[in-house]
């Protein structure tokens, strides 16, 4: 039976464009998603986000996600996207992604810069681990990854925050 999409809600939650030094933005390949563990060509590649828990904010919830997701806390918020993203699920996965109980998200997006070294990456800190691969790229070239029907967002944040896609 067809899921009614006016009756489900947005799951509020937060992203994070986290910066090298060199300007490069860091994504991760999800676990749960054909190509994982394959070669680095393959599988949906993304910026680390993740739910907003009841009562939390979005500034303490992006540096609680980047922690659980890739397991630093070397990072400090830059800015912050000015609005929240909306988007809606594609209708294969509306009543089975994200508990089956939302529609898609409302996202409030972080630019953030990783203050620490390539090691202090953990993808093993935070069980199960939601990636099994991660890398720098060029801010540019982030909505031609591997990022499925999410690459109308990746667009805008690489609008917005382009200004932290340089060296420092």
Not at 34 to 62: F, R, S
Request: proline residues 8%; negative net charge; glycine residues 10%.
């Amino acid at each position: 039976m067809p899921v009614d999409l006016s009756t489900l809600p947005y799951r509020p939650n937060v992203g994070a464009l986290i910066f090298n030094t060199h300007g490069q933005v860091l994504i991760a390949r999800r676990t749960d998603m054909p190509g994982a563990g394959g070669p680095l060509t393959e599988g949906t590649w993304q910026c680390p986000q993740g739910g907003i828990d009841e009562g939390e904010d979005p500034h303490t919830a992006v540096l609680r996600e980047v922690g659980e997701e890739i397991g630093t806390d070397h990072v400090a918020i830059l800015a912050e996207y000015p609005q929240w993203i909306q988007y809606d699920l594609p209708s294969a996965l509306i009543g089975h992604a994200l508990g089956g109980r939302y529609r898609g998200q409302t996202q409030k997006w972080f630019a953030l810069r990783f203050t620490g070294a390539d090691t202090d990456i953990r993808l093993d800190r935070h069980l199960p681990a939601e990636f099994d691969a991660w890398m720098w790229v060029d801010l540019a070239s982030l909505p031609h990854c591997s990022v499925g029907f999410k690459k109308p967002i990746y667009e805008q944040l690489v609008k917005e925050f382009t200004r932290f896609a340089i060296p420092v």
